[in-house]
Nanobody
Framework: QVQLVESGGGLVQAGGSLRLSCAAS????????MGWYREAPGKQRELVAT???????RYADWVKGRFTISRDNAKNTVYLQMNSLKPEDTAVYYC????????WGKGTLVTVSS
């Protein structure tokens, strides 16, 4: 079983930056795919960025170089560096891990003011 705990959300002005963290229990080497999704008010949850066990990354088209996913295997932690934030980035950001089934954190709220 995998447990995920997100942190780092908050209120930021447009153009600002935030770094989200996701601490995973257990060894991340056992996880097939890990990454971030977000859910904005009234919208479906959508992919932000992921990486697979080989380290290959995948980003949503709308990220356009603004966000970077990274990991620290020693700390069992995945990060999402978000730069040039826009009001439309306002959402609850969820950490996800695929290890047989999908595991989700409880989410962290990011609010970008204009």
């Amino acid at each position: 079983q995998v447990q995920l705990v997100e942190s780092g959300g908050g209120l930021v002005q447009a153009g600002g930056s935030l770094r989200l963290s996701c601490a995973a229990s257990g060894s991340m080497f056992r996880i097939d795919i890990m990454g971030w999704y977000r859910e904005a008010p009234g919208k479906q949850r959508e992919l932000v960025a992921t990486f697979d066990r080989s380290g290959r990354t995948r980003y949503a088209d709308w990220v356009k170089g603004r966000f970077t996913i990274s990991r620290d295997n020693a700390k069992n932690t995945v990060y999402l560096q978000m730069n040039s934030l826009k009001p439309e980035d306002t959402a609850v950001y969820y950490c996800n891990a695929l290890y047989g089934i999908d595991y989700w954190g409880k989410g962290t709220l990011v609010t970008v003011s204009s």
